[in-house]
């Protein structure tokens, strides 16, 4: 039988952890994409992924096995593109303006959930996306909303698949277990990254140095620090998007994708213990709009809850 029972508040905990990791591992894919391409990296993770999965499995009584293949398959393949094109289009757009774009998924997910699915939108989280997209405006900078162009929509479009990838997790997939859904998501990525290699080894194109050859770059011999750190990313993807699918699953997509606006002031955070980035002061307004978007649909739903 589906649970329709809202849990928001335990949540928000889990995105908010989820948001931490994620922050700390997505601040090193410039050292990954120093060496290798886009395809190799989320071909290597995802097997990683899987491997790790699998050896936990068993001791922990995972279940893998589907409810209903072809929603766990189109809601991985969904996912999956999603995030292809996001970090592909980091490759030759600002990263302000890929991150603005994908951000876009709270409004996406709050219109495709009231008008695809007829849910009730009150004011509250209305005020609460609409909060929150002003604070990741201010976090991004002026420049997040300049040079628009029609490779500029391919963030959008990342975020519209997004959200429509986590409205599926609760709408089409709420028998399945998270680690079923986590399983399908890395088997999507990891495919898609086996087609890009193979597409860039029959048909070779000329690739950048550096970070600049991420997206044209096939496979590659890689060094350790690579390994190293795709292992980082799938251990630390394992865990995160597994605590953000299950926080899908038990709370409705729109709050959900609003408490996601944590992972940038996470990641602002990690960018400054590592790499000793800092942020203006018109980015630390922002991120405190993030997080009082993020209180209002938590205290909303504790009166509603209690």
């Known amino acids: 039988m589906r649970a329709t029972k809202d849990h928001t508040l335990a949540a928000a905990g889990l995105i908010c952890t989820y948001a931490m990791i994620i922050g700390f591992t997505d601040n090193y894919v410039k050292v990954i994409a120093a060496e290798a391409g886009l395809w190799q990296f989320h071909f290597s993770r995802s097997c990683l992924a899987m491997l790790l999965l699998g050896l936990l499995a068993l001791p922990f009584g995972l279940r893998l096995r589907p409810v209903n293949l072809r929603a766990v398959a189109a809601r991985s393949a969904i996912h999956g593109l999603a995030m292809v094109i996001y970090f592909g289009a980091l490759a030759f757009l600002p990263v302000a303006l890929v991150a603005a774009g994908l951000f876009t998924a709270p409004i996406f997910v709050l219109l495709i ?52 990838g986590n409205i599926a997790t609760r709408e089409w997939c709420p028998e399945e277990s998270a680690e079923t859904l986590l399983a399908g998501f890395f088997v999507a990525l990891g495919v898609i990254g086996a087609v890009g290699m193979v597409a860039l080894a029959l048909w ?48 409705d997509a729109s709050r959900a994708s609003v408490l996601e606006y944590i992972i940038l002031p996470a990641s602002a955070f990690w960018s400054y213990v590592i790499w000793r980035e800092t942020l203006t002061p018109l980015a630390v307004l922002g991120m405190v709009l993030i997080v009082a978007a993020g209180m209002m649909i938590a205290l909303r739903a504790r009166v509603q809850e209690s």
């Open 204 to 251: 070779p194109i000329a690739v950048p140095l550096g970070t600049d050859g991420f997206l044209q770059r096939g496979a590659v011999w890689p060094s350790g620090t690579f390994y190293f750190w795709t292992f980082v990313q799938a251990a630390g993807s394992l865990l995160g998007v597994g605590m953000m699918i299950r926080a899908y699953q038990i709370t």
């Open 113 to 164: 959930s009231r008008f695809a699915y007829g849910h009730a939108i009150g004011p509250v989280r209305i005020l609460a996306v609409a909060l929150g997209f002003v604070g990741v405006i201010l976090v991004l900078g002026p420049e997040a909303m300049s040079g628009a162009s029609l490779a500029a929509l391919l963030p959008v479009i990342a975020g519209a698949l997004y959200a429509m």
